[in-house]
């Protein structure tokens, strides 16, 4: 069946770095624009970055930018989230989700979700 | 890219109709038809409800109904179940600053 699987979360120290995985299964991943979406504990949505299915094109949200890079590896069905310069307020957990339509160079809908990983930013 | 305004919360009795409403400007909701909807269970991920203002994905309930009018869409659910209690985010497509997506702030649902 369809699945994305996320990795990688953890606690790390203000101003450190971790880099996520999403690995997807179930359906032509290279088709698809894939997207980060990001949960503060207690608190709702906050949509990240998006990455084109064949990654020419990428967009993040002004919270993020400068600080996180989207990337993907078609030729391993994952898509990844580097993070740097972490601060408490990135504090959530992180969940990859994927364009509802392929080959789509306009906007979409989120149709299927991963279960989410935590990155706690903490001393 | 400022989250789009649902109130906190709405209740109904099993049986009743109840609509969340989804605020935005002409940069997001009201200039693109682009507004999905989204429940989440405690501790769950997020599941498509609507998409493209009012269309349903295949096997989402025809309970759950999405509309829009100038900067505001809204969802409606009719006929409301004890498993409709939840939370639910709409989200847009926004042109504002950079180009993405916003979520509104959230309702929770509750079954009376």
């Known amino acids: 069946q369809v699945q994305l699987v996320e990795s990688g979360g953890g606690v790390v120290q203000p101003g450190g770095s971790l880099r996520l995985s999403c690995a997807a299964s179930?359906?032509?991943?290279?088709?698809?624009?894939m997207h980060w979406v990001r949960q503060a504990p207690g608190k709702g949505l906050e949509w990240v970055a998006f990455?084109?299915?064949?990654?020419?094109?990428?967009y993040y949200a002004d919270s993020v930018k400068g600080r996180f890079t989207i990337s993907r590896d078609n030729s391993k069905n994952t898509l990844y989230l580097q993070m740097n310069s972490l601060r408490a307020e990135d504090t959530a957990v992180y969940y990859c989700?994927?364009?509802?339509?392929?080959?789509?160079?306009?906007?979409?809908?989120?149709?299927?979700w991963g279960q989410g990983t935590m990155v706690t930013v903490s001393s | 890219q400022s989250a789009l305004t649902q109130p906190a919360s709405v209740s109904g009795s099993p049986g009743q109709s109840i609509t969340i409403s989804c605020t935005g400007t002409s940069s997001d909701v009201g200039g693109y038809n682009y507004v999905s909807w989204y429940q989440q269970h405690p501790g769950k991920a997020p599941k498509l409800m609507i998409y493209e203002v009012s269309n349903r994905p295949s096997g989402v309930s025809n309970r759950f109904s999405g509309s829009k009018s100038g900067n505001t869409a809204s969802l409606t659910i009719s006929g409301l179940q004890a498993e409709d209690e939840a939370d639910y985010y709409c989200?847009?497509?926004?042109?504002?600053?950079?180009?993405?997506?916003?979520f509104g702030t959230g309702t929770k649902v509750t079954v009376l």
């Open positions: 989200s847009s497509y926004t042109s504002s600053s950079t180009q993405g997506y916003v």
């Open positions: 989700a994927k364009d509802q339509f392929a080959w789509n160079d306009g906007p979409d809908a989120f149709d299927i």
């Open positions: 990455i084109r299915y064949d990654g020419s094109n990428k």
């Open positions: 179930g359906f032509t991943f290279s088709s698809y624009g």
